[in-house]
């Protein structure tokens, strides 16, 4: 693999970071860029929201930001928090950094038609895959010098969303990039890509960061109030990108809480209105995928939390403000009962993901979901107001 800076070009250490949880990542990157040994591709995988598009962002802003030289032209490190391209980087107004992913539109041609010439690839929202169009124009647009920073920088955003024409279509370029050119990747899992992409990348893979992270870096970076920062950083499950979400956006909790009584209503609900349940998440599921594959990991996390009180493990329950609900509903199931629906989950959220039929396998899924009796679950006894389905 080739890399972006000569071994021969030093840079200073590389302080400012965005990106927190990860001081694998930030330190392997800053020695790279120190030593002049940065690769020319990156992919970074990881959880939803744990971080992977802002250390994309950090990664961009390092190349092409210089150390600030004091009076006696000495530069002690390179700050990603206060150089002027990694302003304008995070702003998402610097002409050598661009952020591809399935929302990104198509350049328009002289005569208003979009690149490639093809109307399903309008760049209209909605879209499900990164097209070979959108490759075709990285790869047009990396033969050029860069015009304001140091490096062009191209992030591709879910990569693992690239269709196998745009996923080759790229290869050639991940091989042999043009000087002055990153390209970095996102995806869950290296398995979600190609052999042949995975192949030509640097691997950088972020963990779940620990709640105590999380909840010191909300108080300390965005002063939120250690009650609320401790519950978030609880809920987010290890992604800093949801705790900050939803500091900034109380209908997240909100939604997560409705979650939790909308799973426990099905689960002590009767056939009709699973159904019902089924029929509307499925027809979401073709305006808004991401929303619905969001809600099939929640219910995971809904009946890890059913199995922990299931245990008497009730440290270990993420929605303690709800523990007397998921108490009586574990009490209720048997330990093969939540195995069993845990395994049914992945098995439709693995047939969602390779889009099959969504009513069908929710009504597959909502068969196979075991049956608690209401009469034994008095929490679920609240006013009709918080349901928010009707």
Known sequence: MTDLVSP???????VGWTTFGHPGATRLLSKSSESGRLAHAYLITGPDK?????????????VNSEAVVDMFGTADSIDLSTSHQSE????????????IDVNTELEKDSKGSSSGGDAEESG??????ISIN???ELIRDSATKPFEGLSKVFIIDDAQRMTIEAANTLLKTLEEPADDTLIILTSPTEEALPETVVSRCQRIDLRPVDP???????????????????????????????AIGALNDSTIVDGHNQAVLRFAEIVTGNI?????????IGGQFWRDRDAVLEEMRRWLEWWRDVAMMRHKLNDHVTNTEWAELLSEIAGELKESQISAAVTSIQDATIALEANAVPQLTLEVLMLDIPWADP???????FDDSDDSEE
């Open 8 to 14: 021969e070009v030093t840079r200073p250490p590389i």
């Open 50 to 62: 744990v971080g992977k598009r802002t250390l994309a962002i950090d990664i961009a802003c390092m």
């Open 88 to 99: 304008r980087i995070r702003k998402g107004i610097h002409s050598d950094v661009r952020v």
């Open 124 to 129: 209209k929202r909605g879209r499900q895959n």
């Open 134 to 136: 959108h490759i075709r």
């Open 212 to 242: 105590e992270v999380i909840e010191a870096e909300l108080i300390e970076r965005f002063e939120a109030e250690e009650s609320q920062a401790r519950s978030l950083s609880r809920l987010a499950r290890g992604c800093p990108g949801w």
């Open 272 to 280: 009709e209105e699973r159904f019902r349940y089924a029929r509307q």
């Open 375 to 381: 009469a034994k679950v008095p929490s679920l006894t």
